[in-house]
């Protein structure tokens, strides 16, 4: 019953299925993706990132590693969901809202991409999504949980001057 017509087309369907799937995991395998607070040239990779507005205090973001040098430019394609806002007379709407899709573009021969998330006077503490896709192949998948800011704490030279002060 099995003509080798048959075993030939078999194959091929296997073929064709197998580069489907290794084109998926190389681009997978080429890139490492971290989400988290800049601090130091790298990134600490975190899921809770304090809501912290001032970009001279606080980075957040997230970096792409490229296992090797980019042989042609990638395109690389960001959204984040975030908690909806709150309007006067209205109960707590939990449901999420979704930033546009943003987009860039890493040029050939880049081993490394940054993009910072910045925080806005209406966004506010909760939970939040971020989605990252390299080549239409989502790379980074992560819910991200927003936390109020922490009560300032004074420095040293508030905390000197206070006592000498006495």
């Known amino acids: 019953m099995n003509s080798w017509g048959t075993r030939w087309a078999y194959l091929a369907l296997v073929l064709v299925a197998l580069l489907a799937c290794d084109k998926r995991a190389t681009t997978r395998s ?3 993706a971290k989400a988290g607070i800049f601090y130091g040239g790298q990134i600490q ?8 507005l001032d970009a001279t205090r606080q980075n957040q973001g997230f970096r792409l590693e490229f296992a090797a040098p980019l042989s042609k430019p990638a395109s690389v394609a960001w959204d984040v969901v975030r908690p909806a ?17 943003f987009s860039a573009v890493v040029p050939a021969g880049s081993e490394r991409f940054d993009q910072i998330i910045a925080f806005t006077e209406s966004d506010r503490p909760g939970g939040w999504k971020l989605r990252v896709t390299v080549d239409g192949t989502t790379v980074l998948e992560r819910a ?3 936390v109020a800011k922490p009560p300032a704490t004074p420095d040293d030279s508030e905390v000197l001057t206070a006592a000498a002060a006495r």
Do not use: F, M, Q
Not at 45 to 52: E, I, M
Not at 90 to 98: I, L, P
């Open 30 to 32: 080429r890139v490492i």
């Open 45 to 52: 990779n975190r899921t809770d990132w304090p809501l912290v």
């Open 85 to 101: 806002s709150r309007k006067k007379g209205h109960s707590d709407n939990r449901d999420g809202t979704a930033a546009p899709l």
């Open 144 to 146: 991200i949980n927003i």
